[in-house]
Nanobody, 111 residues
Framework: QVQLVESGGGLVQPGGSLRLSCAASGYTFSMYMMAWYRQAPGKQRELVAQ???????MYADSVRGRFTISRDNAKNTLSLQMNSLKPENTAVYYC?????WGRGTQVTVSS
C-alpha cells in the first residue's frame, strides 16, 4: 500500500525558513517522479516543485530561487527546503506521486 506522510509544517515569520519532509512507503521510491503541491484557502491546488527519478528539478516561478526540492532514495524521503518565506506562501503543502497524495502539512507565514 502506497503511503506518503508529510511533516515539518508550522508557523513561521516572514523571511523565515522551514523544511518539509515526505516519508514514502509501499513502493520503489527511487523509480518515481515526486512533487510538492500546495493549496491556499479559497484557491486551487498548485504545483510548487517536482523532481524526477534522475534528480532533475522544476519549480514554479513564484518559488524559484527560494525553495529547493530534493530526494534521498536511500531513506525514501522527499524534502522541500523553503527559505525567505512570504505570507502568500501560507497553504497546506502536499507530497505527490503519480496517483497518490499525502494528507498534507500546514504552513503558515505570519508575524
Amino acid at each position: 500500500q502506497v503511503q506518503l506522510v508529510e511533516s515539518g509544517g508550522g508557523l513561521v515569520q516572514p523571511g523565515g525558513s522551514l523544511r518539509l519532509s515526505c516519508a514514502a512507503s509501499g513502493y520503489t521510491f527511487s523509480m518515481y517522479m515526486m512533487a510538492w503541491y500546495r493549496q491556499a484557502p479559497g484557491k486551487q491546488r498548485e504545483l510548487v516543485a517536482q523532481i524526477t527519478s534522475g534528480g532533475t528539478t522544476m519549480y514554479a516561478d513564484s518559488v524559484r530561487g527560494r525553495f529547493t526540492i530534493s530526494r534521498d532514495n536511500a531513506k525514501n524521503t522527499l524534502s522541500l527546503q523553503m527559505n525567505s518565506l512570504k505570507p502568500e506562501n501560507t497553504a497546506v503543502y502536499y507530497c505527490k506521486r503519480h496517483g497518490c497524495w499525502g494528507r498534507g502539512t500546514q504552513v503558515t507565514v505570519s508575524s
